[in-house]
Each structure stands twice: as C-alpha cells, then as structure tokens.
C-alpha cells in the first residue's frame, strides 16, 4: 500500500501485511488455473474456477479497511451468482444430451447411505429445531439443511415428496421482514429487541425456504423441454 | 487528465454521501442511448431464423416459444439498465460491479436455447468471465490500496502513481474478459448462433458501451 494513505496509528506490522496477502491470492489464483488448465472434466473446472474466484475475494481482502469489507459481499454475491449461472448452463446442456425424464432432485450419484435410512425424520427434526434457536443467517442454513435432509431421506426411501409452491412467496414475504426490522432499527432506536428479532427471524425464514427451493429448481429445470 | 478535457463540461453534482456522481454530456449521452435501445427492445419481437435445407426447396424455420421469449426479454430489459447504470455512474466499484452482473445476464440470455453447442460456447465465455472477476475486483482493490478512495471524482484529480497504474491495466484485463472482447471472443462469438435477434444485440452493445466508457476512465484516472 502506499505509505501516504495510510493513518499513522496504523502499526507497521499490519500496513506491511499488504504486500503478503496480495501476493498470496495472487499465488492461489495461479494454483487454480493452474488446475483449469490440467483439468478436462467440465464440472472439476468449474469447480476449480470457484478457487480462483476466492483468490478475488483475497485480494480484495487484503486492503483491510471499512470499505474493502464493503466490497467482499457483493463480490461474494457476484461469484456465487456466476457460478449458479454456470451450473445453470451445464445442467441444462448435459440433460439436452440424455434427455432424460423429469425427476425430484436429480442425484448424479446413487446415494446409499445408512444415515437415509435409520433416523433421518428425527435429524431433520433435530436440525430445524437447533436452527430456529440459532435465528438469523446461520441458523437459516442449518435449518435448510435439515429440509433437505428431510427431502433426500424421503426420495431415498422411495416414497413420495410433497411439493410446496409457496415456498418462493415465504422467502419473500420473510425478506419484507427483514428489512422492516432494518428500518424500525433506525427510526425507532428504542425498540431495537423487536426490530433485532424481527430480523433475525425473517433472516432464518428466508434462507431456510432458499436452501428448500433449491430442489424445487433443479427439479423445473429438468422438466423444461 | 481533467474530467473537464474529455466528457464535456461538468453539468452537475449529485452528492451521495462517499459516492459523488457527476453529470457531463459523454455519459448523459451514453446513458440515454442505451435506455432508447433498452426501450425499443422491450417492445419488439424476436425474429424466426430461416435456414435452407440441404438437397431441396423446403426450408426450415427455427421460431422462439413464449417462455423462452419472456425470459430472453426481461434479462435483457435488465442488461441494458446495468449498462445504462455503468455508464452513469461515478464510482470505480460500482462499475465494476454493474459489469459482472451484465457478464452473468450474458450467460442468463443464452442459457434456455436448445442448441447444445451454443449452451457450450456459453459456458466456455462464463468461465472466462469468472475467472476475469479476479482481475477485474483485483484490479479495483489494488487502485483502492493505491489512493484511499474509489470515487472517480477525486480519483481524476489524483497524480498518477506506479500502483495505481498497475491496478488499472489488471482491471483492464477483466474488463476484457468479462465483455469478451479481443483475446477472448472465440467464446462468446458462438453464443449467437442462435434466434432471438433483439435481445442477443444487447449482449454486443453492452460489451461496446462498457468499452467505451472503461477507456474514458482509464483516461480520467491516470
């Protein structure tokens, strides 16, 4: 970094990391290519370009001020979009190629595992639970995952799934409700356990329902003719 | 060099916090160009490819069903507003940022055609695309490092360094690849061997105007 941005009560130790971690990214990036270029199966490169889209994110990084950790999440929202486009693309490319029937989660693996068939119902259970005493963003993901615990275990087993179409009009509704805590946060100061909880649940509600919809879109995807 | 030398006159301010966006005419004119089209794409329809067959007179006609077309059609309504957004906006990031998501619209406007070696070349130009996001970012961090700030504005009135020079030739590098131009045309050239004539132009006219407007701040900045 150049010497005359950076304040004076910055320790040396931390201005002169710069350096290191711009290089270390730099490093990272070229190992991933490096693997792109060995690599001819489609979905390992797209797996490995993901590598290289985590060595922006440390370069990036590197700058270490507010406003470099300003710019982390949309670069993260804009590689994950990427490459959901690209998963997108390969999907629909590879089932033009078979053209197989339409199927609830499309497993390219068989998956025959004990865990599906023992007490999956009660993991699930187990899973939710704990990510609604979680809330928020983390407990959203737990939560998800233990939806699609529940769904896996149910296909797995062979019986039948039921489909909610609702599912994408929770996650909105839920959002609403997160930004609705946003706002009160600021305009009412006071009553900031509300608007704390409010976001903290339309958060959870939001992305559990999001990890849900997965399955339902790779499943409208492969039903598109 | 002066913002004053290459965009016309300054006509205005609008002061956003950090963010201070500037009006002169090369942008308004940028911007208002691309809305029209933008415009004029969300009312037309898309043509039906003719191709003569092989051996007899027959010919055969290669038309986009309604879903298809609905798609096609908002994702590219939502190209031409990111384009529009890059060519108003004052801010080194936020360019940035409104490139890649007209890289991923690109990707989105092809990704429901049935032919399997266009979805190929389509998915050749997103990995492109995606590991030109380092650069591009990179590229942005570096000149964020370099002087402290992002805003064009102040950037323009900021001496040039070796650093900052640096950072804008990467980012040059990922708007390159982002936009598929030169180096990298081979993969998105493929992707428009396909019908749906309006909506693909925009993923050219994109990459052209966002060119365009990359040079103009590489020009301001150093």
Redesign the interface.
Known sequence: ??AS?IPQFVPAFYSSM?TTA?YG?LIV?FIG?IG?AMEKR?IQ??IL??L??L??LI??A??G?D??EA?IL??LV??L???M??S???I??EM??VDEGTSFTPMPLKIDMEIMTTAPNFIALILIAYGVFLSGFTGGAVAGGGIVIYVLSRKVRGLPIFVLDGVGAISGISWCLWIIGFIFFFLLPQYWLLSLFLAALGLLLKVASKIGLIGILMREEYG?K | MLIEDLGGNILGTIPLGDIVLYLNPLHLFLFVTILLFTALISISRTETQVEAMFGSLDENKVAVGLKEFKQRRFLAIICGIATAGAMITGDLFNFTLFMALIGIVNIGIVSAVKQVDVLNSAYQYGLIAMMCGLPLFGGAAIILAATGTLSLFELASIPANPMMIFGALVMLVGVAGESGIAPFFASKAEMFRTPGSPFILIIHLSSLFIIVRFVEILLTIL
């Open positions: 970094m150049v941005v710069y711009l990214g990036a290519l792109i489609d490169i797209l370009t993901d290289v889209g060595a922006m370069v990036v590197a700058v001020t406003l470099s710019l949309p670069g804009v590689e979009a990427e490459i486009a690209i997108e693309i390969l629909s490319r033009r190629k598109r």
